[in-house]
Structure formats: structure tokens, C-alpha cells
């Protein structure tokens, strides 16, 4: 999202809190839903073998491998109000008034848009997730949320393999997209190993409802470039519109996080990000990728910290070399336009 313009994602599945953050690339994002081009699940196959030599652990390996058996999605229609401000499956919309299905707009969303939606591949979690993987943790039996999960893929991977997921989100339209049946409850993986997968939608933790209905007991929470200090800190002003207003204070966050998990459970911010403009030029909030969050926050709440703004570039390149971000109409100078950072917390035993 090289310009992002998706600044109010609040993004929030065993007793790890995976926090992580993609990149910031217009070559990542769709400028609206839609029909595409004749993208399948297959192109998902393709991208999880260019990655799999990239990952040591086997159970990432295993999370690449199902992408191959993930369903495939028909087109689907959603309707939206002028603003885009609200979204209705059609099944919601037949049940409004006549008058205020009159004033919806239609859109068609394909199954790329499904899988990808505006933040591109699910399957850049493998970095991270092999990160976890390499310290021990696997998700079979175990709970994790995804803080601003963007789009579905990992969740349904992840509970294919066995794992209790959660994602929370602030995005209108997901809300409406991931409303079919299917889209949630018990998954079943090509081995017959079954998880479930559960979305929560609104501001986390500032709304008490969000927060109860999210729940306690993880292992793991995810977030992918949400928790970036470009968007809730930046060290200029910018818009309104590019930054993500958690609700609460820094220690209130990082309590809510702690109070989730169980003890021994982690938590991973990983943020992959462009690089920031000169002085002369506007400042980017999304090409600062470091915790939001000083260490002081995570140590006076009670966490353990394993990595701090830990920088992740060389693997993160060579991740997005095997995506190919570095190919086609819009190339990205991966040396000079890609950066990762992660930060890893556990809440002691």
C-alpha cells in the first residue's frame, strides 16, 4: 500500500498474540472490489510453492500446502450506500425497505478479491508465522486472533490446520463479504483436521461489545501492518483520514492484549513497509513500520520482550522476490523500497 489509503484499519488465535503488518504497495491493493481477471485459487498454488523454500518449519510448509485445496468462490454481489460507508450481502439487502434498497449501489466481488481482497496474498503471513514456528509454536489445538485481518485466507488456513481463529476488523465491506454460509464456523483440512473460524467486527478494545465478544484463553494474535507507529505516532501531522485512532491509551492496548492471552502466549507485530520520503517531501505514515508501543508500555503491563523493532528486511525481500513484487507493470525496487520490522512479546507462564 506504497499509498495507503486505508488509514482507520484497527486490525486485531491458542495463547500466541500475532500481531502483523503487510506491505504498503498500490501494486498490493485493489483501488475498488470487482471483477478481475480469471484469478482462481490457483495462482495461490503458485505463489505457496515459490515460497515454500523459504520456510524451515514443517507446519508452515503445511499451512503454504493448503492453499491448493482452499474453495473456489463464485462472483459475489454486495450493495453499498453512496458513501460506501455501509455494506449489505444480498441476502441482507432483501431485507431492508424497498426505499432503502432503492438507494443501494451494487458491486461484484470475485474470488480473487475474496482471497486477496485490498492487502494482497494471505500467504505473506508464512514469514512471520515461521518466525513463531522456528520458537516452538504450532497452531494445531490452539487459539489465535488476528488483529485487522484484511481478508480471510490465513484464518481459513490456519483453522484447516486445526487452530480456533479470530479476526477483528473495522472494514465495512469485509463484513458484508464473509457473511455466506461457509465463510465461518467449523473448517475441515484435506487431512480431516478440523478448527473454526469466527469474525468480530469494530473497534477493539474501545468498544466493550468488540472486546466481549473477542474473548479470552488465546495462544496467538495476529495483526498484519496495522500496529504501525507511522499510523497511531507519526512524527508529523498528516490527514485524519491516514491515521488508525485505537481509542484508548497505549497501556490500555497493550493491557487488553495481555489480558487476552493465556499465560505463556505471545504476541508478534510484523510490519512490512516502503521507504519514507525525504524531508523535503509529505511524510508517509505507513512507511514507518516500528512498534507503536515503547518498550516500557510492554514491560510495565507485565510482558516479557523477546524482540523489539527487530529488523526482518533481508527475508522479507527475498519473500517478495518469490511473490514477484519485484516484476511486471509497477516493480518494486525491493533494496530500496522494502523494509520489515517485528516485535515479539510473551506473557510469562
Known amino acids: 500500500m506504497a499509498a495507503c489509503s486505508h488509514p482507520s484499519r484497527t486490525r486485531a488465535a491458542s495463547a500466541v498474540i500475532i500481531l502483523l503488518a503487510g506491505v504498503c504497495a498500490p501494486w498490493l491493493m485493489a483501488a475498488d ?22 520456510v524451515r518449519t514443517a507446519w508452515v510448509k503445511e499451512f503454504l500446502g493448503g492453499a491448493a485445496s482452499l474453495p473456489s468462490i463464485p462472483t459475489r454481489t454486495l450493495l453499498h450506500d453512496a458513501g460506501k460507508t455501509r455494506f449489505y450481502s444480498e441476502a441482507e439487502a432483501a431485507r431492508l425497505s424497498e426505499t432503502e434498497r432503492a438507494a443501494l449501489e451494487p458491486i461484484e466481488v470475485d474470488e480473487e478479491f475474496y482471497y486477496n481482497t485490498r492487502y494482497g496474498t494471505p500467504l505473506a503471513y508464512a514469514r512471520p508465522l515461521d518466525l513463531l514456528g522456528r520458537r516452538g509454536f504450532s497452531p494445531s489445538g490452539r ?5 485487522g485481518f484484511g481478508g480471510i485466507g490465513q484464518l481459513r488456513l490456519l483453522a484447516r490446520m486445526g487452530a480456533s481463529t479470530v479476526g477483528i476488523e473495522v472494514d465495512p465491506m469485509t463484513r458484508a463479504l464473509y457473511s455466506w454460509p461457509g465463510d465461518q464456523g467449523t473448517m475441515t483440512g484435506p487431512q480431516g483436521t478440523e478448527g473454526s473460524l469466527r469474525l468480530v467486527y469494530g473497534r477493539f478494545p474501545a ?73 523535503d517531501k509529505p511524510y508517509i ?36 522476490h518469490a511473490l514477484q513484487w519485484d516484476a511486471g507493470e509497477q516493480p518494486m525496487n525491493l533494496e530500496k523500497d522494502l523494509f520489515a520490522h517485528y516485535t515479539l512479546a510473551v506473557k510469562p507462564d
Open 33 to 54: 472490489a470487482g471483477p478481475s481477471s480469471a484469478w482462481t485459487v490457483a495462482a495461490l498454488k503458485q505463489e505457496a510453492e515459490a515460497l515454500r523454500g523459504l
Open 143 to 147: 487459539k489465535i486472533l488476528d488483529f
Open 207 to 279: 468498544q466493550a461489545s468488540v472486546k466481549r465478544e473477542a474473548g479470552e484463553g488465546y495462544d496467538l494474535i495476529v495483526s498484519k501492518n496495522v500496529l504501525k507507529r507511522g499510523y497511531i505516532h507519526p512524527e508529523k501531522p498528516v490527514p485524519e483520514r491516514q491515521r488508525i485512532d485505537l481509542g484508548v491509551t497505549d497501556d490500555e492496548f497493550v493491557r487488553a492484549l495481555f489480558a487476552m492471552l493465556k499465560p505463556g502466549g505471545r504476541v508478534l507485530i510484523y510490519n512490512l513497509s516502503p521507504a519514507q520520503n525525504p524531508p
Open 285 to 320: 505514515p505507513w512507511a514507518d513500520g516500528r512498534c507503536p508501543f515503547e518498550r516500557p508500555v510492554w514491560k510495565a503491563v507485565g510482558f516479557r520482550i523477546v524482540e523489539f523493532d527487530q529488523d526482518d528486511s533481508a527475508a522479507a525481500r527475498k519473500m517478495a
